[in-house]
């Protein structure tokens, strides 16, 4: 069972600093704010947030996992209209799940403080895209608070919940996974008092019909026009003088990276990308004769500069995709004539990064089932989770990911096209299916569409470090909870043919899938295995290959596991195989799936 500790740290005194990574200072911040109520699904780079919030005693403050981001938000827009402070957590893909609620809420307001940390990944380390979180919150009018290191992210979210108490509106703390997770020295404080509320019965406000929304829209606007003057202020807002000649305006992290490089340079630091405030940007402009931009993927904040008349340079020199590093702001520099190239043995040093692919661990229950799938010769539409590594060498069996819970969706839409030459199979994590796999299940059923649905249930969060959800029956501390049956969510919604297969059982699991994809209508394979790290890595005795009987038929290869690699023996003209026993779990499949039986236990003395 994955257990967080459950105990807080000791009360800090005036000068207690710690090793904080980015997640844990934003934690801490929500903490020592006074927060009551927090939620979140998670996500890298945003799930260690929530499991450093667990840590704090639970008389203290209620932490919970949502099946997804939009109930997770809504959770904490309810702690909100019930009078306490309130927070939630997600990765930027996850503000797109939540954003219907989050475009109601920013007219309704906060009645008790209401801040959602959104952690986008520039350079997509571990996400299906890369979009920018400010344009999320120029678009809902929400504003987006830029902490540049874990400090400023203590701070930052600590002052979130005033702001959104002052303001009436909910407010979003912008992390990146640079900020997320990286460590720095963190000065912390108590915990603040923040007194519970009474609920207002407001209708007007807090029910949002056109009559009432229509009124509300123009306190968004007054609401944007105060933000921009307190934005200009400390700690929001900060004027580091230096070169008249070459003025910089950043933010977040990207801040860092210029005062490494150029660090003679007048800069204005914006703690708040939306709204800005636009005296102060104009006056530093007006101070400097050449001004450059320096953020972080989309130009947000150059092209507001552009309507306010002002000449700047940003994306003209910096990139709009990929994380920004002193490398490239110095490289971006010395293209604008900034900066001098460096010296020629500095340029001359190249250091090649070993290769090393993504691959599924060591026997992954995942590899046999779509070992199967390649070998049924089917359509798969596949989701977001680990098992999306099977869409790489040497399995190749994933034809489409798109989205949390599209896949079911998608196999929809291939089925109805009517042009499909092969069975059609979507492919679905456990987590995933909770989050959003069931709305198109429901879909399928009510519109009897002949496809196979694979509920990969590996019993937990697994792609994002291990985490409970309502399948495994606990919560985020490691207590004991409801477990919810697919089995009885597959029926309740009106499937008829559903199966639970363990795919360690070779044979029995590709029998079902034959059948699953032959069944006319909606058929449901629930792929019951718990994964093979959380919450403790599975260890087993490991297998070995008998050398003279191994054929180098790569039917073992195929499986993908990091276990089993190539030997220094042939035949004819391949490669045969060995098994790296301090990697081997156990498994069997590779055995199962061996034709010449070479497959075997190690022989112990």
Same mark, same amino acid.
């Given at each position: 069972?994955?257990?967080?500790?459950?105990?807080?740290?000791?009360?800090?005194?005036?000068?207690?600093?710690?090793?904080?990574?980015?997640?844990?200072? /934003? #934690?801490? *911040? =929500?903490?020592? $704010? %006074? !927060?009551?109520?927090?939620? +979140?699904?998670?996500?890298?780079?945003?799930?260690?947030?929530?499991?450093?919030?667990?840590?704090?005693?639970?008389?203290?403050?209620?932490?919970?996992?949502?099946?997804?981001?939009?109930?997770?938000?809504? /959770? #904490?827009? *309810? =702690?909100?209209? $019930? %009078? !306490?402070?309130?927070?939630? +957590?997600?990765?930027?893909?996850?503000?797109?799940?939540?954003?219907?609620?989050?475009?109601?809420?920013?007219?309704?307001?906060?009645?008790?403080?209401?801040?959602?940390?959104?952690?986008?990944?520039?350079? /997509?380390?571990?996400?299906?895209?890369?979009?920018?979180?400010?344009?999320?919150?120029?678009?809902?009018?929400?504003?987006?608070?830029?902490?540049?290191?874990?400090?400023?992210?203590?701070?930052?979210?600590?002052?979130?919940?005033?702001?959104?108490?002052?303001?009436?509106?909910?407010?979003?703390?912008?992390?990146?996974?640079?900020?997320?997770?990286?460590?720095?020295?963190?000065?912390?404080?108590?915990?603040?008092?923040?007194?519970?509320?009474?609920?207002?019965?407001?209708?007007?406000?807090?029910?949002?019909?056109?009559?009432?929304?229509?009124?509300?829209?123009?306190?968004?606007?007054?609401?944007?026009?105060?933000?921009?003057?307190?934005?200009?202020?400390?700690?929001?807002?900060?004027?580091?003088?230096?070169?008249?000649?070459?003025?910089?305006?950043?933010?977040?992290?990207?801040?860092?990276?210029?005062?490494?490089?150029?660090?003679?340079?007048?800069?204005?630091?914006?703690?708040?990308?939306?709204?800005?405030?636009?005296?102060?940007?104009?006056?530093?402009?007006?101070?400097?004769?050449?001004?450059?931009?320096?953020?972080?993927?989309?130009?947000?904040?150059?092209?507001?500069?552009?309507?306010?008349?002002?000449?700047?340079?940003?994306?003209?020199?910096?990139?709009?995709?990929?994380?920004?590093?002193?490398?490239?702001?110095?490289?971006?520099?010395?293209?604008?004539?900034?900066?001098?190239?460096?010296?020629?043995?500095?340029?001359?040093?190249?250091?090649?990064?070993?290769?090393?692919?993504?691959?599924?661990?060591?026997?992954?229950?995942?590899?046999?089932?779509?070992?199967?799938?390649?070998?049924?010769?089917?359509?798969?539409?596949?989701?977001?989770?680990?098992?999306?590594?099977?869409?790489?060498?040497?399995?190749?069996?994933?034809?489409?990911?798109?989205?949390?819970?599209?896949?079911?969706?998608?196999?929809?839409?291939?089925?109805?096209?009517?042009?499909?030459?092969?069975?059609?199979?979507?492919?679905?994590?456990?987590?995933?299916?909770?989050?959003?796999?069931?709305?198109?299940?429901?879909?399928?059923?009510?519109?009897?569409?002949?496809?196979?649905?694979?509920?990969?249930?590996?019993?937990?969060?697994?792609?994002?470090?291990?985490?409970?959800?309502?399948?495994?029956?606990?919560?985020?501390?490691?207590?004991?909870?409801?477990?919810?049956?697919?089995?009885?969510?597959?029926?309740?919604?009106?499937?008829?043919?559903?199966?639970?297969?363990?795919?360690?059982?070779?044979?029995?699991?590709?029998?079902?899938?034959?059948?699953?994809?032959?069944?006319?209508?909606?058929?449901?394979?629930?792929?019951?295995?718990?994964?093979?790290?959380?919450?403790?890595?599975?260890?087993?005795?490991?297998?070995?290959?008998?050398?003279?009987?191994?054929?180098?038929?790569?039917?073992?290869?195929?499986?993908?596991?990091?276990?089993?690699?190539?030997?220094?023996?042939?035949?004819?003209?391949?490669?045969?195989?060995?098994?790296?026993?301090?990697?081997?779990?156990?498994?069997?499949?590779?055995?199962?799936?061996?034709?010449?039986?070479?497959?075997?236990?190690?022989?112990?003395?």
């Amino acid at each position: 069972m994955h257990k967080v500790q459950t105990q807080a740290p000791e009360t800090p005194g005036r000068d207690d600093i710690r090793p904080l990574m980015g997640n844990e200072a /934003i #934690a801490r *911040g =929500a903490w020592e $704010a %006074g !927060v009551k109520v927090a939620s +979140a699904y998670p996500g890298t780079p945003s799930t260690e947030i929530l499991e450093s919030l667990a840590r704090y005693p639970a008389e203290e403050i209620s932490v919970e996992w949502a099946v997804n981001e939009k109930v997770a938000l809504d /959770i #904490a827009i *309810g =702690a909100s209209f $019930a %009078g !306490v402070r309130a927070f939630c +957590a997600m990765k930027h893909v996850g503000l797109n799940v939540a954003a219907d609620a989050l475009m109601s809420q920013t007219y309704i307001g906060a009645h008790g403080g209401l801040v959602i940390t959104v952690c986008d990944d520039p350079g /997509i380390h571990s996400s299906q895209n890369e979009q920018d979180t400010r344009l999320f919150a120029r678009l809902a009018m929400v504003p987006c608070l830029e902490p540049s290191d874990a400090q400023e992210a203590l701070e930052f979210t600590r002052l979130a919940f005033e702001l959104s108490e002052e303001f009436d509106t909910p407010v979003i703390v912008r992390s990146t996974t640079r900020l997320s997770h990286t460590r720095s020295a963190v000065r912390v404080g108590e915990r603040g008092s923040a007194p519970r509320k009474a609920f207002v019965h407001d209708p007007a406000k807090s029910v949002m019909i056109p009559s009432h929304a229509r009124a509300r829209h123009g306190r968004l606007l007054e609401r944007e026009a105060r933000l921009r003057e307190r934005f200009a202020q400390a700690p929001f807002a900060r004027i580091e003088r230096g070169r008249k000649d070459i003025g910089v305006i950043t933010t977040s992290v990207a801040y860092t990276y210029v005062k490494e490089v150029l660090p003679e340079a007048s800069v204005l630091k914006l703690g708040a990308s939306w709204p800005l405030p636009e005296a102060l940007l104009k006056e530093f402009a007006e101070s400097v004769e050449r001004l450059f931009v320096v953020e972080e993927l989309e130009p947000v904040i150059e092209d507001e500069l552009r309507k306010l008349g002002l000449r700047v340079e940003g994306k003209v020199w910096f990139p709009r995709t990929g994380e920004l590093s002193p490398e490239v702001v110095r490289d971006g520099l010395v293209a604008a004539g900034v900066l001098e190239p460096p010296p020629a043995e500095e340029e001359a040093l190249e250091i090649e990064p070993l290769v090393r692919p993504p691959v599924l661990c060591a026997g992954c229950p995942h590899m046999s089932t779509y070992n199967a799938l390649r070998y049924l010769d089917v359509r798969v539409a596949g989701d977001i989770g680990c098992y999306t590594l099977a869409a790489i060498e040497p399995l190749r069996a994933i034809d489409t990911c798109v989205s949390m819970g599209s896949s079911i969706a998608n196999a929809i839409g291939m089925a109805r096209a009517g042009t499909a030459e092969k069975p059609i199979v979507a492919t679905i994590g456990d987590s995933t299916f909770l989050h959003a796999g069931i709305p198109p299940l429901i879909d399928a059923v009510y519109n009897d569409v002949n496809i196979t649905v694979i509920i990969l249930d590996n019993s937990i969060t697994a792609m994002t470090g291990g985490q409970h959800h309502p399948g495994t029956g606990h919560g985020i501390r490691g207590n004991k909870t409801h477990k919810v049956e697919y089995e009885d969510i597959c029926r309740a919604v009106g499937v008829k043919w559903v199966r639970t297969v363990d795919p360690y059982e070779y044979g029995t699991l590709l029998k079902t899938l034959r059948e699953a994809v032959e069944y006319k209508g909606v058929a449901v394979v629930i792929a019951d295995r718990p994964c093979v790290i959380d919450p403790v890595k599975i260890t087993g005795e490991p297998l070995r290959i008998d050398s003279a009987s191994c054929i180098a038929c790569q039917a073992c290869m195929n499986l993908g596991c990091p276990a089993l690699t190539w030997s220094d023996e042939w035949h004819e003209g391949h490669h045969k195989v060995k098994i790296e026993p301090s990697l081997c779990i156990g498994c069997t499949v590779c055995a199962q799936v061996c034709p010449t039986a070479s497959i075997q236990p190690e022989r112990t003395e």
